[in-house]
């Protein structure tokens, strides 16, 4: 999307993501990679223990956690954060990363993920990826994109 627009709580693309071939999750993308849309992405999502991804490097965006619910530990390089609550952690591209969520309950997040630099080749970045992977099993009422 290139124009204004607003969503309310819980809308969004729900795009079913895979951890693994056994985990799967719902991301709901508020502002995707595609379409023209901002030179960032924006995605929210619950997960429990047990469902993290392993560690990972992003090579064209940056990625910011604000965590809505839970404590999680994040790693980064040589670097390891606790966030719980309303915690922020930005976590820059190029470099190794990934969390642990700690405890049995939920834990939600909404995550920002931006391109390092314009016209990186294409920014292809996490979001991109799966948005082009298939259409989401849910959109925001209304939407006719």
Request: charged share 25%; proline share 6%.
């Amino acid at each position: 999307m290139d124009g204004p627009y607003a969503l309310k709580a819980g809308e969004g693309w729900v795009y079913r993501f895979g951890i693994d071939l056994t985990v799967k999750i719902d991301l709901t993308v508020k502002t995707g990679e595609l379409d023209g849309g901002p030179r960032l992405a924006m995605f929210e999502f619950a997960t429990r223990a047990g469902e993290e991804p392993p560690d990972h490097t992003h090579a064209t965006e940056d990625e910011i956690f604000y965590v809505l619910k839970g404590a999680l530990t994040f790693r980064c390089g040589d670097h390891t954060f606790e966030a719980e609550n309303g915690g922020f952690v930005f976590l820059p591209r190029g470099i190794e990363h990934g969390y642990t969520i700690r405890g049995d309950g939920e834990a939600r997040l909404l995550v920002v993920t931006a391109p390092a630099q314009e016209g990186a080749g294409g920014w292809g970045g996490f979001v991109g990826r799966f948005q082009a992977a298939g259409d989401p099993h849910t959109s925001p009422p209304g939407y006719a994109g």
